[in-house]
């Protein structure tokens, strides 16, 4: 293939971006050509196609949904660590938990009921897990079979990692305390791989944000973090009404440390702990 075949012209990525942003919400700046260019060369290639007129073609009419997996795969940014921001996790453990564990102790709530709406490789609706651990390990009368928590993400590959809970030492070294690690984590030579207590915590679905959340239930904490800027401000105030009524009356939302619901949502109030932010839901 030459060089030439391999640059994507102005209407090829306007046609590829169009057919992104319908499959994964994925909103891409005319600046980031490059990004389908780089990402989906492999694919093509594979695919046999000499440049990325004939791949859209292959992908338009080609009904196979291993090969849209493989393209939402390529596009989506997994980037995830243990405990991102620290402060999520602090108002949870000293603000959240507390108050919903009261509420289950006294009848009034049968389970809590966490999402994780973008979860990736799973480090965050396990740092969730092994954050209620730790608060049911300290709390007498409280269980952690009474906590339910749902990890969902676009990404098959990111599932299948997130549901075998087997992670290199690269991915241990990204936010995870010695201490925590010893507890949760069995190390097999360079793979660290999460205790069955942890694991059971947490259950993996694929769910496309542009969605209805509703088949999901309803919630007292959703988590979506790092992924609403990565849509257009349309689909950000779609998916920020359909988690308001997501969650249970007086519910709360985390996102961010960078993101802000401001324009997006008046159904919110801002919240703040520990030097830290979060939504408590108006509905």
């Known amino acids: 293939m030459s060089a030439m075949t391999a640059n994507i012209s102005t209407e090829e990525f306007d046609l590829l971006r169009k057919y992104i942003e319908e499959h994964c919400g ?7 050509a490059y990004l389908i260019e780089t990402r989906l060369m492999k694919l093509m290639v594979e695919n046999g196609c ?3 007129s004939q791949f859209y073609q292959l992908v338009k009419n080609n009904p196979r949904t291993d090969l849209r997996d493989k393209i939402i795969d390529a596009m989506t940014t997994n980037e ?4 991102r921001d620290t402060h999520p996790f602090t108002i949870l453990r000293e603000k959240l938990l507390p108050e919903l564990g009261t509420a289950v102790r006294q009848g009034k709530l049968p389970k809590v009921r966490i999402w994780s709406a973008a979860s990736s490789t799973g480090q965050e609706p396990y740092s969730i897990a092994m954050t209620v651990l730790e608060y049911c390990r300290l709390t007498p009368g409280i269980r952690p079979e009474q906590f339910e928590i749902i990890g969902t993400d676009i990404s098959p ?7 075998a809970g087997r ?10 305390s010695e201490e925590i690690r010893n507890r949760y984590f069995q190390q097999s030579g360079p793979v660290c791989t999460l205790n069955d207590d942890v694991k059971k915590m947490v259950s993996f679905k694929r ?3 542009q969605n ?5 239930g309803r919630f007292n904490i959703i988590f979506l973090r790092y992924v609403a800027i990565y849509f257009s401000e349309d689909l950000k105030r779609k ?8 969650l249970h009356p007086q519910g709360h939302l985390f996102v961010g440390a960078v993101e802000s619901l401001r324009g997006f949502s008046e159904e919110f109030d801002i919240q703040s702990h520990g030097g830290g932010s979060y939504y408590k839901c108006r509905l």
Not at 167 to 176: N, T
């Open 157 to 163: 590959s990111a599932l299948f990692i997130a549901n």
């Open 212 to 216: 209805s959340p509703s088949a999901l």
């Open 167 to 176: 992670y290199d030492q690269i991915a241990m070294k990204r936010g995870m």
């Open 26 to 32: 994925i909103s891409l700046g005319d600046e980031k």
């Open 80 to 83: 995830t660590l243990w405990f």
């Open 239 to 246: 998916i920020f009404y359909n988690l308001a009524r997501a």
């Open 50 to 52: 000499e440049d990325f």
């Open 207 to 209: 769910f496309n944000l």
